[in-house]
């Protein structure tokens, strides 16, 4: 019996062998072309921003309590990415303000971009700097991807539940049993 149990410790082994090789293998293939596939991510989520993504705060001033007033939102929506953990330190635009936080989205016309917020304690604002898809996985690294693919599939899910919630509404509404 030690004996079978010792053989197929062995294959154990050797088939972890043969499957890290092929892993690794597959790996190199995908990290040859990350930005082609984040490319044609973009590509097929593009038309989806609309309804999933946010408005996000262009420019804002801030009272002595910190409340905000004259608040203005760019016009696209947009789904968040990636986010940096250094932001950089000026903005491209205008070298005399210091960037706070920085994230790497997805406008709905299908533009990346960087969205660098400012804030001098009176005034936020932001700068929308648009990259490529090689740029956003060189600064971002490749968690944009998934991070693109974790957003579709989080809002395919609340799709998914609201329609059945919507379909319970419906049978309740016109006395249906189920």
Do not use: W
């Not at 250094?86 to 994230?103: C, H, L, S």
């Not at 490749?142 to 957003?151: F, K, N, Q, S």
């Amino acid at each position: 019996m030690d004996q079978i149990i010792e053989d197929g410790f062995l294959r154990l082994t050797e088939t972890i062998e043969e499957y890290n090789g092929r892993i690794d293998g597959l790996e190199e293939t995908i990290r040859s072309d990350l930005a082609g596939l984040l490319s044609r991510m973009v590509t097929l989520t593009t038309p989806l921003i609309g309804s999933l993504g946010q408005q996000f705060l262009h420019k804002t001033k801030k009272d002595g309590k910190g409340e905000l007033y004259d608040t203005i939102h760019y016009d696209e929506k947009m789904i968040i990415i990636g986010r940096a953990e250094e932001p950089v330190a000026i903005r491209p635009d205008d070298m005399t303000r210091k960037v706070d936080k920085q994230f790497c989205v997805l406008t709905e016309k299908g533009t990346i971009a960087e969205l660098m917020f400012s804030d001098d304690g009176f005034i936020i604002d932001s700068y929308l700097n648009p990259l490529t898809a090689e740029e956003a996985i060189e600064f971002y690294g490749p968690g944009v991807i998934y991070m693109l693919y974790r957003a579709l599939h989080d809002y395919a899910n609340l799709e998914e539940e609201l329609i059945r919630s919507l379909e319970m509404t419906i049978a309740f509404i016109l006395g249906e049993k189920k």
